[in-house]
């Protein structure tokens, strides 16, 4: 009985090969999906618990947005700020920190520590950090193309180290073809270019707020070139034309759970494998087994399927689900091929070693036989999806509205139901609370809505 040499290959774009362990194992003991759960069903402060219990990047960055939602500021501009300088060693200085985060994610780090400093009327310091991440998603192409010119460098590695006579050149159908499969949806289509059009319009509707009007009409015509026809966009639009001064209160809204990432196994062609395996000089080139690992987009899952504030409707302004299936779909080509070069590599390594190991033993056959029910308990674990590490704190979409400050309350409900209400009340000096808030001010209430059963998180990051 022939046993089939078997050894999965790299995982894809701007991953760290630990993505292909239990997340615990990259970030400290931390159960990713105890997390999630403690997350998304609104223990928070059970979350933030278990989540400063990791280390590294990915940890920091989890526990800072949630020390965030729960109004632990000093503790969340601690972590948001630690996760943001272990991002910029990682990019300037390439080197490992155990996790390798997406463009998006890297530019709503900023975003979060913006929304920070703004709930503690810290504008000195939120403005900047607004800054910072509209200018990351300005550069997130060049961002991405030192990412892509790493990992070409990777490639080339790679390639030094398979044996001469293995048939890279076969290889490139296989690359394409595997690739070819990661295209977007078409209502994701649009988002190309790396852009979140809700990280340009918190900047716009500051500046609209301050009384910028310059700087907001070029940011909002910035998003319109990506979701066209916006209805908020076009209410805001009219407000700054209209020079109205009623005072109002934008409601933006965090949606949800971002879509998950997963490694998926492949098997290359079994004829590819075997004229491989007769290349390097295997004596059974048909026990060649290679397994690679490809990143898939999961999407992501609502909260509730709608929102109104007072009666009136709240709508999409922007999918991060887009934002972060077009980032994957960017790297394919590049993710296939180094999936696909490690493959080759490491398992035409094991499969030359294991043949001379037998041949000194003097009896192949006999260890091949023995070592078939071990085998293919390797390749029932090797063909198994596995979880890629992410954050998991993000929203699956953002929806936003504007109501004048003309009532007694704000309400928001979710699907018909009541989860969230202030008071209106006129506040003069003082400032406005999450159960009062300001009718004399205009202000920015962002909601981190989870799931339908949790309670919503509620933060005010501008009132002006």
Same mark, same amino acid.
Request: overall charge neutral.
């Given at each position: ?5 078997? &050894?999965?290959?790299? &995982?894809?774009?701007?991953?760290? =090969? ?31 618990? @278990? ?18 939602? &729960? ?6 501009? *601690? ?70 010119? *790493? ?29 070819? %499969? ?9 988002? !190309? ?9 918190? /900047?716009?509707? /500051? ?50 759970? @971002? ?14 494998? %075997? &004229? ?41 302004? /922007? ?28 398992? =035409? ?6 043949? %001379? ?20 308990? =390797? ?6 999806? !596995?979880?890629?590490?992410?954050? /998991? ?16 309350? @704000? ?11 202030? *008071? ?35 933060? @005010?990051?501008?009132?002006?």
């Amino acid at each position: 009985m022939k046993t089939k040499v078997a &050894l999965q290959g790299a &995982l894809g774009v701007g991953l760290s =090969v630990c993505a292909a362990l239990l997340l615990s194992a990259c970030g400290g003991k931390v159960n990713m999906a105890e997390f999630n759960e403690a997350f998304y069903q609104g223990d928070k402060e059970n979350a933030l618990k @278990i989540a400063k219990g990791g280390k590294g990047v990915l940890w920091d960055y989890q526990s800072g947005v949630n020390a965030f939602w &729960l109004g632990e500021s000093k503790e969340a501009a *601690k972590l948001l700020k630690s996760a943001d300088e272990g991002i910029e060693k990682a990019q300037e200085k390439l080197i490992s920190t155990g996790y390798s985060p997406y463009v998006y994610e890297s530019v709503l780090l900023d975003l979060y520590t913006a929304y920070n400093y703004g709930s503690q009327d810290d504008f000195q310091k939120a403005r900047p950090a607004l800054n910072r991440a509209h200018d990351k998603q300005n550069q997130a192409k060049e961002t991405f193309a030192k990412k892509i010119e *790493k990992q070409q460098k990777q490639v080339e590695d790679l390639k030094a180290k398979i044996p001469e006579k293995v048939p890279l050149d076969k290889l490139e159908g296989q690359i394409s073809q595997i690739s070819a %499969k990661f295209k977007v949806a078409k209502e994701y289509e649009k988002y !190309k270019g790396f852009v979140n059009p809700y990280v340009t319009y918190v /900047s716009a509707l /500051s500046a609209m707020i301050e009384g910028d009007r310059p700087k907001a009409e070029n940011l909002y015509k910035q998003i319109d070139k990506v979701v066209e026809n916006n209805e908020i966009l076009n209410k805001d639009f009219a407000l700054m034309a209209s020079g109205d001064t009623q005072k109002r209160t934008w409601i933006l809204i965090e949606d949800g759970s @971002i879509s998950t990432k997963q490694s998926v196994p492949y098997r290359l062609e079994p004829e590819l494998s %075997k &004229l491989i395996g007769m290349a390097v000089g295997l004596k059974v080139p048909d026990l060649l087994d290679i397994v690679f690992y490809m990143p898939e987009f999961v999407p992501g899952k609502r909260a509730f399927g709608s929102y109104s504030a007072n009666g009136e409707a709240i709508k999409l302004l /922007s999918s991060l689900d887009a934002v972060a299936a077009n980032e994957l779909q960017a790297g394919a080509k590049m993710a296939a091929t180094l999936s696909i070069l490690q493959g080759v590599g490491t398992s =035409v390594a094991k499969a030359l070693a294991t043949e %001379k190991l037998a041949e000194k033993g003097g009896a192949f056959g006999g260890i091949a036989a023995a070592g078939t029910h071990t085998a293919g308990q =390797v390749h029932t674990a090797l063909m198994e999806p !596995k979880a890629l590490e992410s954050i /998991s704190t993000l929203p699956k979409q953002y929806l936003a509205v504007s109501i004048p400050n003309t009532g007694d309350e @704000i309400s928001v409900k979710g699907d018909g139901k009541e989860i969230f209400n202030a *008071k209106l009340e006129t506040c003069g000096d003082k400032s406005g609370s999450l159960k009062s808030l300001c009718a004399d001010k205009n202000n920015i209430l962002v909601l981190r809505a989870t799931s339908a059963n949790a309670p919503v998180n509620a933060q @005010i990051i501008k009132e002006q």
